[in-house]
């Protein structure tokens, strides 16, 4: 998971384009294009960047009218990362060091920028989300679960397991069993509504539904009718299924959750 995918574009202005330019000129196309960073490259790698502070710094020592390429030509390269940096290790790096930008710079060259507060977004929905299926994972259930405890409004939990999952991948190999869970996964994302929460860990998926006892009656009856009729190559996947509500069946989550677990494995 490598910074490349994080990279955002953002705007370039070359030093050999600015000889007749001065301060005040760019200033003008700074704020005729609403920017919030404006990068002057030199040998296509970035020596400065404009941003609101720096105009500011410009009319407090009286650069505006200075000619930009003779200020700037002797200005060191700014530090970069390399887009193969890992996200986790770019993350830590600019929050230790108070960065709220950093250029990204592959083969000498400029490709764009890391915006801290954007990647601090993406890091944290990285972080709930199961790779390989795509939904939530355990830990962000589990935060679920702790938060939930604070209020006081009707939640429907429905908990799935897919069985034989190592019989499937002795005979079939690894990437049958992966394919299993995303067939899964999508099944059951295509059946709760947009506000409700599916959650992926080994075998398992919880579902959240954030309505009455009908609603999630509704869904479960869905959900456990798609996957009995699921067929991957010709091969029916066996699963269980059950379901809880709070307060309708049980007034207290971790105990209702206790439940469900224990209807699980009696339907072995």
């Given at each position: 998971?490598?910074?490349?995918?994080?990279?955002?574009?953002?705007?370039?202005?070359?030093l050999e384009d600015l000889q007749d330019k001065n301060f005040v000129d760019i200033i003008a196309i700074f704020h005729a294009k609403n920017l919030s960073r404006l990068y002057i490259l030199k040998n296509n790698k970035p020596i400065f960047v404009i941003t609101p502070k720096e105009i500011v710094d410009i009319f407090l020592n009286n650069l505006q009218n200075e000619n930009v390429y003779n200020y700037l030509k002797e200005k060191q390269f700014l530090p970069c990362f390399n887009p193969k940096?890992?996200?986790?290790?770019?993350?830590?790096?600019?929050?230790?060091?108070?960065?709220?930008?950093?250029?990204?710079?592959?083969?000498?060259?400029?490709?764009?920028?890391?915006?801290?507060?954007?990647?601090?977004?993406?890091?944290?929905?990285?972080?709930?989300?199961?790779?390989?299926?795509?939904?939530?994972?355990?830990?962000?259930?589990?935060?679920?679960?702790?938060?939930?405890?604070?209020?006081?409004?009707?939640?429907?939990?429905?908990?799935?397991?897919?069985?034989?999952?190592?019989?499937?991948?002795?005979?079939?190999?690894?990437?049958?069993?992966?394919?299993?869970?995303?067939?899964?996964?999508?099944?059951?994302?295509?059946?709760?509504?947009?506000?409700?929460?599916?959650?992926?860990?080994?075998?398992?998926?919880?579902?959240?539904?954030?309505?009455?006892?009908?609603?999630?009656?509704?869904?479960?009856?869905?959900?456990?009718?798609?996957?009995?009729?699921?067929?991957?190559?010709?091969?029916?996947?066996?699963?269980?299924?059950?379901?809880?509500?709070?307060?309708?069946?049980?007034?207290?989550?971790?105990?209702?959750?206790?439940?469900?677990?224990?209807?699980?494995?009696?339907?072995?």
């Amino acid at each position: 998971m490598n910074l490349m995918d994080y990279v955002d574009k953002a705007e370039t202005l070359n030093l050999e384009d600015l000889q007749d330019k001065n301060f005040v000129d760019i200033i003008a196309i700074f704020h005729a294009k609403n920017l919030s960073r404006l990068y002057i490259l030199k040998n296509n790698k970035p020596i400065f960047v404009i941003t609101p502070k720096e105009i500011v710094d410009i009319f407090l020592n009286n650069l505006q009218n200075e000619n930009v390429y003779n200020y700037l030509k002797e200005k060191q390269f700014l530090p970069c990362f390399n887009p193969k940096l890992h996200v986790i290790d770019a993350y830590y790096q600019m929050r230790k060091e108070r960065v709220n930008f950093m250029p990204v710079c592959e083969d000498n060259k400029f490709i764009g920028e890391i915006d801290f507060n954007i990647l601090n977004l993406k890091i944290t929905y990285v972080v709930i989300k199961d790779e390989l299926s795509g939904v939530y994972n355990r830990k962000y259930f589990d935060v679920i679960v702790e938060e939930y405890k604070d209020f006081d409004k009707p939640i429907g939990i429905i908990c799935i397991e897919i069985k034989d999952l190592p019989i499937f991948e002795g005979l079939y190999g690894i990437d049958m069993v992966f394919y299993i869970i995303k067939s899964y996964a999508d099944i059951l994302k295509k059946s709760v509504r947009n506000i409700d929460f599916v959650f992926r860990w080994d075998n398992q998926f919880r579902i959240m539904v954030f309505n009455n006892f009908e609603v999630t009656a509704k869904i479960f009856e869905r959900i456990k009718n798609r996957l009995e009729n699921l067929k991957i190559n010709d091969i029916h996947i066996p699963f269980s299924i059950c379901m809880t509500h709070i307060p309708e069946v049980n007034e207290d989550i971790v105990l209702a959750l206790e439940e469900c677990e224990e209807k699980l494995i009696k339907r072995d």
